[in-house]
């Protein structure tokens, strides 16, 4: 199973810049819970 890996690109040379590692379900709702604790 592929990792869950996103590359971005640098427009200007077209050179991958950074990998970020997606985050996953329970991440991602945490870090939607800590952003509604801001508001």
Same mark, same amino acid.
């Given at each position: =199973? =592929?990792? *869950? =890996? /996103?590359?971005?690109? &640098?427009?200007? *040379?077209?050179?991958? /810049? &950074?990998?970020?590692?997606? =985050? *996953?379900?329970?991440?991602? *709702?945490?870090? /939607? $819970?800590?952003?509604? $604790?801001?508001?």
């Amino acid at each position: =199973m =592929m990792p *869950n =890996m /996103v590359t971005t690109i &640098n427009p200007a *040379n077209e050179q991958p /810049v &950074n990998e970020y590692r997606l =985050m *996953n379900l329970h991440e991602a *709702n945490k870090a /939607v $819970d800590l952003a509604n $604790d801001c508001y």
